[in-house]
């Protein structure tokens, strides 16, 4: 499995497509900068205590923030590595070529997948540590012990949602012989993952729970939302993100019939309290559960489809 690996890993990083993985690392990186650029003209409060969080987070007026910028072009990412990685070997007679050799099936998906994962992880520890990089040449200090558990945190779950769409292309890949079809439909899944199934859950939610003055209501209603828009990694991924980046906003995870007990005073107390990073880790646990068994379901599916299918010359 390591030469499929070192090849995949060449292939991915020596041809066009490093170009557009750099082209990406060097736009998060100035995104991230112009950002921290504007924070620090700016001299907000909320920016003081959590600087090198609100790189992340925080837009700067056209632009959104980083995190909407991994979000969405992030899966492109995962699609663009993986869409092509066994039909085009299929296509071209390759795939028969190499299984001719002394080497076992199961190693040519397996160093494809994990080739792939390699790259994304790449992408975005490069980009992350150009980023707090260049914000600590501009600030003058480090980010502090906290910031970085986060910051780290924040590095797995990327790195596991950019896993699954890469599972999810290797999967169209291998039940579908076309490139074209395996990119579409998994284009098409990523449309609908990121855009319909989040209309569809404030439907459901308005038609299950309409919303009134009533605050059982409206948390009944907020909880058939967010239930319905888990099922979408997108969803997951900016759930688990802004847990670990906000500290202030992750006090957002209680339930609402708790919130809405407190008194006014207490209320805002709790709202104005930053959580601590283990107790923003232990929230994001099952998020990061939920998208590694994403992983494994997909994986599973196209490395038993793999191992089963007649490949010949």
């Given amino acids: 499995m390591n030469a499929i690996y070192w090849k995949e890993l060449a292939d991915h990083f020596g041809r066009r497509r490093f ?9 998060g990186t100035l995104w991230g900068v112009y950002v921290t650029t504007q924070a620090v003209q700016g001299g907000t409060g909320s920016l003081d205590q959590f600087l090198f969080l ?3 987070t925080s837009g ?21 590595l993986g869409f092509d990685a066994v039909n085009s070997e299929r296509t071209h007679g390759t795939l028969s070529r190499i299984l001719a050799q002394p080497v076992y099936r199961d190693a040519v998906i397996n160093g494809k997948f994990l080739a792939g994962v390699t790259a994304l992880a790449v992408v975005i520890v490069s980009m992350e540590l150009a980023i707090i990089g260049l914000g600590m040449f501009i600030l003058g200090f480090a980010p502090r012990g906290e910031e970085i558990v986060r910051i780290v945190g924040f590095t797995l779950v990327s790195i596991a949602y950019l896993a699954f769409w890469l599972a999810l292309a290797t999967t169209a890949s291998v039940f579908l012989r076309n490139t074209v079809a ?5 284009l098409g899944i990523w449309l609908f993952s990121g855009f319909i199934i989040l209309l569809l ?7 299950f729970a309409p919303l009134s003055s009533n605050a059982a209501d409206a948390a009944r209603n907020f909880s058939i939302q967010t239930w319905i828009s888990r099922v979408s990694p997108g969803f997951l991924f900016q759930e688990a993100t802004q847990t ?4 202030l906003t992750s006090r957002s995870q209680q339930p609402l019939d708790l919130i809405f007990s407190l008194s006014p005073e207490r ?13 923003s880790l232990k929230l994001v646990w099952p998020h990061i559960v939920a998208l ?22």
């Fill in 19 to 27: 170009l557009l993985l750099l082209g990406l690392v060097a736009i």
């Fill in 54 to 56: 609100d790189i992340f």
């Fill in 60 to 80: 700067s007026g056209v632009l959104p923030s980083l995190l909407f910028f991994i979000s969405f072009f992030g899966p492109l990412i995962g699609i663009a």
């Fill in 182 to 186: 395996s990119a579409l439909v998994t």
């Fill in 201 to 207: 859950a404030n439907v459901a939610a308005d038609y």
């Fill in 244 to 247: 670990l980046l906000d500290p």
């Fill in 267 to 279: 209320l805002e107390g709790l709202l104005l309290t930053p959580i601590s990073a283990a107790e």
């Fill in 292 to 313: 590694i068994t994403g992983v494994a379901i997909l994986f599973t599916g196209a490395y038993a489809k793999f191992m089963r299918e007649e490949i010949r010359s």
